[in-house]
């Protein structure tokens, strides 16, 4: 899953993470990993052959055939099909919840497979949570395919529904991320019209990741398909039959060592896992607004897995070009950095307007600045953000960020300059300048260390640091210091 400011995409983690998400390779792995890839793999190819029963009513995409499914139409889980996990709390991301392998916290009823978490509090005031998280760990393991799953997510601060994929064998890689991690449906509880498909991978730990925004309604208020198509090469993810993002861009190695053989690590048999985290770094912890009843489950219609007749593994990975963003005139690497345009803010081009972890408020471009209006500054610092991504960062060289700003109220915000796509690193760290009534001038430097990349991005966070005042910014500057 994420870590912090993706936290979308626009933050990871929005924002570190936050992969969101460190999610992965936690479960007791077996003692031992399949010493030969290639034996693995002629043993996987056996799976190709597999195909379910057929229904009637399962259209399977095109060129694909059913191989297993769960339309949860009994009266209990079938464990032969399932497992139950359990872990204790903070076991992965500081989340709150404890998962216990019970039929109270994963349960099938009315043709569903619900998710349910429970918040209890002890005779002092102090609250715990448990929940449920079930897998098809050495029960339906796949290596590429169509991966579907029709379900209805849980509303509420705090709530992180997941529907994600593990590897089957999670040490012949090597612990997470090196093992890989596939992340088809990641809806924040505070958040749910928004999406997020994320693939995590090597060492150091990288991501790719695309988000998918509904155009009306919630995930929480009706029920959607989410999906992948993975292939050899490959990876695709999908709501409701329509893409909206795909990678071919992945790698995994241990410190210091040679890369494996790509597609590695996605060569090799996942698992499905469906869950509900309650609290972490990434959808933070549950308020008082926070809700344990019917809203709180994530309810499950069908799991549906197909796969072609066969793959053709024999495939090269893409050159790892850099598209470095080209400078404007002046030397600036922002677009719309007068705010001489009143763009759409929540699209994925230029600047976008963020709210996260219980934010709450609005950003207008207008006499040549923005103007970002709050109602509530949310749990994180992140939580009102405005951010502009595919920053050229090139490595030995230095920059220079700059911008005019002023407030209602004195008050603080936190400029960077971060790495969504490198575990969200701070190549310029979260900085808090004070702000006045009157427009003042920031101006930042620094050197750039790391790995060149062509998608840094600049960010300006403005959520939980003490004050809802309306913060007024333009003339925003990325440039290269020569």
């Known amino acids: ?56 009513d399962i259209e399977a995409p095109a060129d694909y055939h059913l191989v297993w499914h769960d339309e949860f139409n009994g009266d209990k889980l079938s464990e032969d099909d399932w497992n139950y996990e359990q872990h204790e ?46 897998n098809t760990q050495n029960k339906h393991d796949y290596k590429y395919g169509w991966f579907e799953a029709r379900l209805k997510v849980p ?11 593990m590897p089957q064998e999670e040490e012949h890689y090597g612990q997470w991320p090196k093992c890989g991690e596939i992340d088809i449906m990641e809806v924040l509880g505070d958040s749910t019209s928004m999406n997020y498909g994320t693939l995590h991978f090597g060492e150091p730990h990288k991501q790719r990741q695309g ?13 959607h398909t989410f999906a992948i ?100 005139e002046t030397g600036n690497y922002l677009h719309n950095w007068d705010f001489a345009e009143a763009e759409d803010l929540t699209d994925d081009v230029d600047w976008k307007f963020l709210q996260l972890n219980g934010g709450v408020g609005s950003a207008e ?47 603080q915000m936190k400029p960077a300059v971060t790495a969504p796509d490198v575990d969200w690193i701070r190549y310029f760290p979260d900085t808090p300048i004070d702000l006045t009534t009157d427009w003042q001038s920031f101006e930042f430097e620094f050197d750039m260390d790391q790995e060149s990349d062509d998608n840094g991005r600049v960010e300006f966070n403005m959520g939980n640091q003490g004050s809802v005042a309306t913060i007024y910014i333009r003339n925003v ?6």
């Not at 509303?155 to 994929?165: I, Q, R, S, V």
């Open 365 to 411: 471009i207008r006499d040549g600045m923005i103007i970002i209006s709050t109602e509530d500054f949310g749990t994180e610092e992140y939580s009102i953000q405005l951010v502009q991504p595919e920053m050229p960062m090139e490595k030995g060289k230095k920059y220079k960020l700059s911008f005019e700003a002023y407030a209602d109220e004195e008050r």
């Open 211 to 223: 988000s998918y925004t509904l155009a009306s309604g919630s995930f929480s208020e009706d029920y």
């Open 89 to 134: 709390v903070g076991w992965v991301n500081n989340e709150l919840q404890e998962y216990i392998p019970s039929d109270e916290y994963a349960f099938v009823k009315d043709g569903e497979l619900v998710i349910q978490p429970v918040k209890n509090v002890d005779e002092n005031g102090k609250a715990s949570y448990i929940s449920g998280r079930v």
């Open 477 to 482: 500057r990325l440039e290269q210091i020569p």
């Open 229 to 328: 198509e993975w292939e050899p090469g490959v990876i695709r993810w999908f709501v409701d039959g329509e893409q909206y993002f795909e990678t071919s861009d992945w790698f995994t190695a241990v410190q210091g060592e040679e890369e494996k053989p790509y597609p590695a690590p996605f060569d090799q048999p996942f698992h499905v896992i469906l869950n509900v985290a309650v609290g972490g770094d990434w959808p933070g912890d549950p308020d008082e607004s926070t809700v344990f009843d019917e809203r709180a489950a994530m309810r499950i219609d069908y799991v549906r897995i197909f796969q072609k007749d066969s793959y053709d593994e024999n495939v090269e990975k893409p050159v790892d070009e850099l598209v470095m963003r080209e400078a404007d």
């Open 1 to 56: 899953m994420t870590i912090r400011k993706k936290c979308p995409l626009s933050v990871l983690l929005t924002l570190l993470l936050v992969a969101s998400s460190l999610t992965g390779c936690g479960k007791n792995a077996p003692a031992t990993a399949p010493a030969d890839p290639q034996e693995s793999a002629a043993a996987d190819a056996e799976q190709i052959t597999e195909e379910a029963e057929p229904e009637e």
């Open 155 to 165: 509303e509420g601060k705090g709530f992180l529904p997941a529907f994600w994929m």
